[in-house]
């Protein structure tokens, strides 16, 4: 909290600014005070600080065992237990965790690439053909984007328990495919990325339609693709309230939902802390690396979206 | 919580169309013109049998799509339509089990006149209240500190700041707790080496503990949309100003942060979209035994305990769809509101 009050020190000196008058030379050496390259760094690395400490206290955290994880203070060494802790976490209870991890893996990437491959072939046939009605479907799709998925949660989890698929796979898959704002993204970029001209021109040539999709229109669209790939990876990884409604069975879980059940008995057997504290390390690190790598699409994806 | 991520690309992907059209249809036009003329001549059976396979193939593309969408999404709400307009009776005694009877709009009254319902919306309105200033300012005063000139290692501090957006929002919620938990947290043994005490699970301390922990998760993540926003301003503009004698405070607070208001505006919107939808953190810390955090703290806590531990599915249907019709309410002011925006600036 402290980052955040720091960080608005100036939009609260904006006050005295404005002030004419006597003020103005005290303004001048305020400013002159808070805007020093020293004070704007220093905020900003108390500001990285704040965003940095959970995680480092998580990978210390990782390293203790379950005394240490009290006695000693957050960021010091006790004994060294990463690998224990490691040990315990991926063979406990005949490695669960494993399964949970394996089972988020399938539910992200393959949920996400193939509701992907669906909001591309979607958006670029909205894009590219005419049909009747077209308009007017799309005009669904844009309503679809707009309801809060959470919120129709409960009839989706009645409808699958009516239609046997709570507490199986297809019960996470299965709303995952379906990405309205993904349709929608990808007719902004199947205009902006595949030109009609060079479509036009392997029609002359001869090239089929689904030729056409798959070898020329695809590979333009691998940007836009990864884009709305993230995003929907993103969310499915986050998705918490999903998993808590549509599934029992914990040979199903995703890792959230596992570590969110190890939880929620830390207070009655505290020895479950260090299988939370681990098990969550090892789901962040794989998800920070892939943030690191993919920089490119995330930044392009938010920053040219905040440019007007 | 999808839709504020998803909204900047959205906006980047329009922003692209111009420059990447513009330079592929002046030489690809003048080739492709030629053989597209050669027909209109004479509307020979190609040109049929070509619209007959592109309609087939768009067909094929979208089918698929719109059949999932309908089961996923359209029936879910239809069937929460006529859910909510049912209520389950016991006949009798209570043998021979519930009976579902036509109610009309009475859950729709019932949702609407429960205390829980309406103090949920309650905690939300305050929730926002603080967690929208703190995030919003936050992230404006560090994407102007990162724009600045004095700024170093720009590049290190927007990925730092970023960060914790990479973390599933329920390990964020469980790492936060810990750190708020005596005995565990390395921020309570700070604030005692200080002198200081702190409960971050009081009743009156709980919903800042609830604040930090969303304003950990997103204020990077807006920082950086904010930066982007900043760096885009027209450098004339600046420089303009700072010949006029503004300095740099100045320029930031009159010349900057009025030219990116739209940005600020918009990411406004989409946070109070995804607050209306909050689980996950009030779950965990009503899981941790914080008092002022019940069971139906927020609107899904509610319809969450309504479905699935009082199994009065009118009811929650009932609830759902008042929630939907709000959140959707601020999407379409939301998307109203960045036409307006794009019509006016562009």
């Not at chain 1, 960080?7 to 002159?32: F, I, K, L, N, V």
């Not at chain 1, 409808?159 to 929608?184: D, E, Q």
């Not at chain 2, 929002?169 to 002198?195: E, H, K, Q």
């Not at chain 2, 209306?276 to 965990?284: A, R, V």
Request: hydrophobic share 50%; charged share 15%.
């Amino acid at each position: 909290m402290s980052t955040l009050t720091h960080g608005t020190t100036p939009t609260s000196q904006s006050d005295t600014a404005a002030r004419p008058g006597p003020a103005e030379s005290r303004r001048r050496t305020s400013a002159h005070l808070l805007l020093s390259p020293g004070v704007v760094n220093g905020i900003l690395l108390v500001a990285a600080f704040y965003t940095l400490m959970p995680v480092s206290w998580l990978l210390f955290a990782a390293t203790k065992n379950h005394r240490d994880l009290f006695a000693t203070s957050g960021f010091s060494f006790g004994d060294f237990n990463l690998f224990a802790n490691l040990q315990r976490v991926l063979t406990f209870n005949d490695s669960i965790y494993l399964r949970w991890f394996g089972n988020s893996v399938l539910y992200s990437v393959v949920g996400s690439a193939a509701s992907t491959l669906l909001c591309v072939a979607t958006g670029y046939a909205f894009d590219k053909y005419a049909f009747r009605g077209k308009e007017k479907l799309f005009g669904v799709v844009l309503g679809g984007v707009l309801v809060p998925t959470t919120v129709i949660q409960l009839p989706m989890y009645l409808l699958a328990s009516k239609a046997g698929i709570v507490n199986t796979y297809w019960a996470l898959l299965l709303p995952a495919l379906v990405n309205p704002f993904g349709v929608y993204l990808a007719r902004v970029f199947s205009e902006g990325y595949v030109p009609n001209e060079v479509l036009e021109a392997a029609r002359v040539d001869g090239a089929g339609e689904l030729r056409l999709f798959a070898r020329i229109s695809l590979p333009m669209l691998a940007p836009g693709f990864m884009t709305i790939f993230l995003f929907s990876f993103t969310a499915s990884w986050n998705n918490f309230f999903g998993a808590l409604v549509m599934l029992n069975d914990d040979s199903l879980y995703p890792v959230n939902l596992g570590l969110f059940m190890w939880n929620s008995v830390t207070q009655q057997q505290p020895e479950y802390y260090s299988l939370v504290i681990t098990g969550s390390l090892v789901a962040v690190v794989p998800l920070i690396v892939a943030f690191v790598c993919l920089q490119r699409f995330w930044r392009s994806g938010l920053t040219a979206g905040a440019v007007k | 919580m999808a839709l504020p991520s998803a909204r900047p690309a959205s906006r980047q992907a329009m922003r692209r169309r111009p420059p990447a059209k513009a330079p592929a249809k002046a030489p690809v036009k003048a080739l492709a013109k030629a053989p597209a003329k050669a027909p209109a001549q004479a509307p020979a059976p190609g040109a049929a049998r070509l619209r007959r396979s592109q309609r087939r193939t768009a067909a094929l593309f979208i089918v698929p799509f719109f059949v999932l969408f309908t089961v996923v999404m359209v029936a879910p709400i239809g069937y929460a339509l006529w859910m909510s307009l049912f209520q389950e009776q016991s006949s009798g005694l209570g043998f021979g089990g519930a009976q579902r009877v036509f109610s009309g709009l009475d859950n729709y009254t019932d949702a609407l006149s429960d205390d829980g319902f309406r103090s949920s919306f309650a905690h939300i309105a305050l929730y926002c209240a603080l967690y929208i200033p703190v995030m919003i300012g936050g992230s404006l005063a560090l994407a102007l500190l990162v724009d600045s000139a004095l700024a170093r290692a720009k590049r290190f501090f927007q990925l730092a700041l970023f960060l914790p957006h990479a973390i599933p929002g329920l390990i964020a919620s469980i790492i936060w707790i810990y750190l708020y938990t005596p005995g565990l947290s390395p921020v309570l043994d700070w604030i005692g080496a200080l002198g200081g005490s702190w409960d971050f699970y009081r009743d009156d301390h709980v919903l800042a503990s609830m604040v930090n922990l969303c304003a950990w998760q997103w204020t990077g993540y807006n920082m950086v949309i904010f930066y982007a926003a900043l760096q885009a301003v027209p450098r004339e503009v600046i420089e303009a100003a700072v010949v006029d004698g503004a300095g740099a405070l100045r320029t930031a607070l009159r010349i900057k942060v009025p030219m990116i208001a739209s940005a600020v505006v918009m990411t406004v919107l989409f946070t109070c979209v995804g607050a209306i939808q909050i689980f996950t953190e009030p779950k965990l810390l009503n899981q941790r035994g914080a008092p002022a955090i019940d069971t139906e703290w927020s609107p899904t806590l509610f319809i969450w305990k309504a479905g699935f531990v009082r199994h009065d599915y009118g009811l929650a249907a009932a609830a759902s769809l008042l929630l939907a019709a709000l959140g959707i309410a601020l999407s379409y002011l939301v998307t109203r509101l960045g036409n307006r925006w794009k019509a006016a600036t562009s």
